[in-house]
């Protein structure tokens, strides 16, 4: 069970002043459930995981993972919570068997045990081909898979995605959804967050809209279509950043044409 409440973080800015990067934000995601905190770029989504994960402190409200607080208990929470994210990197000298058992050992995972998980994951996870190549020389592809598992080598309870599906292609974005598949089935609590809204309609039981660091809108698919009128995440997206013009069109319009070339 994951529960966030009245999350703050105010950051310091270079100019003197503060930046409320997280505001008040709560949200309880339980054993089994897909959470997608949602929000334009910016928005303060990765700066909650981060809260989450006990990596940095709150400037004022609570996470806790399992009943652990992550200000108090950071090591308790780590031991329960698998993080992915799209620039999670890979010792490129390790091979992917290495890396699975350098983690496991990292999470005090008995040898046994983790050689266990390791077979268990290298089917799973279609990992066979390449377990015993080093990271180095994999696909982005392969990378994902490997990092798919290595969130989940010490059994968590919990698990934040953020950008997992980040530069995969069609691929690699279904092996995804087959992981999330297979940790609700672990009954794990799952906080998603990534900028596919299609994917996240698919995989997610409830929506957390972030903006400006703070959660604008909370609840189900259907919660959120009645309350808004709109059909889809994305023109709830649109809608909550306000669908205008990102670029001026004058400048555009009045931009040189490039010389033609001789
Ligand atoms: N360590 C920091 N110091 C100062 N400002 C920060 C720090 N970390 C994040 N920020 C600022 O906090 C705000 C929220 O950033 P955050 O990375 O949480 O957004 P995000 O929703 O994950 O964005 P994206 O979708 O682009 O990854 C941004 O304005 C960012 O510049």
Redesign the pocket.
Known sequence: MIDVRDLTKV???PHGDW?K??DRVSFTVAPGEVFGLL??????????LRMLLGL?RPTSGSATVAGFAAERDPAEVKRRVGLVSANTGVYPWLTARETLAYFADLYAVPPALARQRIAEFADAFGLGDFLDRRCGVLSTGQKQRLNLARALIHAPTALLLD?PTLGLDILGRRIVEEFLELVQARQLAVVL?T?HLEEAERLCHRFGL?NR?RIVRQGALEQLRAETGLHSLHAMFLDLVGARRQLPVTSLKSAAPPAPLT
């Open positions: 950051f310091a800015t930046l990067a997280v929000g334009p770029n910016g928005a303060g989504k990765t700066t909650t940095i950008e967050c900028h972030l660091g």
